[in-house]
């Protein structure tokens, strides 16, 4: 069973930045970030296979942006341009699938790590 440990949250104001990182002990062919805010249903966020192809949600779009090195078995989300509907607990793990858009269901995953963005 794969592990998973995030780390990077924070509390920040609207348009700021933060970057999320999760180290990860078993190599997989794709892995990504979800997020479950307040009342909200589970979102998937974006995901990575290994050749580097990424997706990402429609809500954050040109704002995230998912790295991996390999090596270090860690995985980023960079995270510009925060904005309210962003405070959420964010996960990673390895998604069950890997398509066209990120998906939110989850084979593994960390213990999340908190973003709260306030206006």
């Known amino acids: 069973q794969a592990q998973m440990v995030e780390s990077g949250g924070a509390s920040v104001q609207a348009g700021e930045s933060l970057r999320l990182t999760c180290v990860y002990t078993t190599e997989m062919y794709c892995m990504g970030w979800f997020r479950q805010g307040p009342g909200k249903e589970r979102e998937g966020v974006a995901a990575?296979?290994?050749?580097?192809?990424?997706i990402y949600a429609e809500s954050v779009k040109g704002r995230f942006i998912i790295s991996k090195d390999n090596a270090k078995k860690t995985l980023y989300l960079q995270m510009n341009s925060l904005k309210p509907e962003d405070t959420a607990t964010y996960y990673c793990?390895?998604?069950?699938?890997?398509?066209?858009?990120?998906?939110?269901?989850?084979?593994?995953w960390g213990q999340g790590t908190q973003v709260t963005v306030s206006s």
């Open positions: 793990g390895d998604p069950r699938h890997c398509g066209a858009v990120p998906d939110s269901e989850y084979n593994d």
């Open positions: 990575i296979e290994n050749d580097g192809t990424a």
